[in-house]
């Protein structure tokens, strides 16, 4: 009798290959740049996601000298330091950002409305 190549099934994971993806040096951080609705018609911007390495109080500073509006950095435990803006600025910021080479265009998500 001939002998038969027995193959045995092993646990097949489908999500190893983004695993394996999401940890590697190519994923992608993205920034994120969320509305809040305060009360009224008042908003507030939000940008989460900047680099460690960029000074967020430079970035507030120019931020809010460019759009003319007030703003603050928060420390968040969960999501480090976010960028609050006042009134709805997403377009302008994610110009800003993209403009001045802190981010590129790819990386940059606009949340709300």
């Known amino acids: ?3 038969l190549d027995v193959q045995i ?3 097949f994971d489908p999500f190893a290959d983004a695993n394996a993806e999401d940890s590697g040096a190519g ?4 920034v994120h740049i969320r509305i809040q609705q305060r009360n009224g ?3 507030l911007t939000t940008v989460q996601g900047l680099k460690k390495e960029f000074s967020y109080n430079k970035i ?3 931020l809010k000298k460019e ?3 007030n703003g ?3 420390q968040d435990p969960e999501l480090g330091q976010v960028i609050q803006l006042q009134g709805d600025q997403r377009k302008n910021v994610s110009t800003f950002l993209v403009q001045a080479g802190i981010v590129k265009k ?3 998500k606009i949340h709300g409305f």
Not at 27 to 30: D, H, M, P, S, V
């Open 1 to 3: 009798m001939s002998v």
């Open 9 to 11: 099934p092993t646990a």
């Open 27 to 30: 994923a992608k951080e993205y």
């Open 41 to 43: 018609r008042k908003s």
């Open 60 to 62: 507030l500073k120019d």
């Open 67 to 69: 759009f003319c509006c």
């Open 72 to 74: 603050t950095v928060v």
């Open 106 to 108: 790819d990386n940059i």
